[in-house]
């Protein structure tokens, strides 16, 4: 999708029904619909939730911050707007992993950034152990979505 402040309800509905469909594939509940998804669009206010790159009438995506396969909710607190290319580079990284990357090569810290070193109680200049439980990467935080609890409460 192209990022503007009018975006087509009929193409949100399609990203929707694309997400929703890779979750059930994935074995992941949770249901996403175009409001949830024009919602957190409009919210990242036309940057890149990672590297903090403007996207005002450029493609972007949207990224489950903890990937569908390592566990994460489909649901609308466990999305991130991104550019193609941070969506590429994460990948199924950890979350905190990969924001730290992001800060050691750019020196800039998004919101999106704070909020994992806060909830991971990490800072960007700590290495994550190699051998870090995966379930680390899958604590539960009480969340009041619809869709039932979120990796992250934000």
């Known amino acids: ?82 550019c193609p290319e941070c969506n590429r580079r994460k990948g199924r990284k950890h979350p905190a992993r990969f924001a730290a990357e992001i800060y050691r090569s750019s020196g800039r810290r998004t919101a999106l950034l704070d909020k994992i070193f806060r909830h991971f109680a990490c800072e960007p200049r700590e290495q994550l152990s190699l051998f870090a439980r995966q379930q680390d990467a899958h604590e539960q935080v009480d969340s009041h979505d619809r869709d039932g609890p979120s990796p992250y409460r934000w």
Request: with cysteine.
């Open 1 to 82: 999708m192209i990022y503007q402040d009018m975006l087509d309800g009929l193409a949100l509905e399609r990203y929707a029904h694309d997400l929703n469909a890779r979750a059930r594939r994935s074995g992941v509940r949770g249901r996403l619909d175009a409001v949830d998804l024009r919602d957190r669009i409009l919210e990242s206010a036309g940057r890149c939730e990672w590297c903090g790159e403007q996207l005002t009438r450029a493609p972007f995506e949207l990224d489950h911050v903890i990937s569908l396969r390592e566990g994460g909710a489909n649901s609308k607190g466990n999305l991130a707007v991104a």
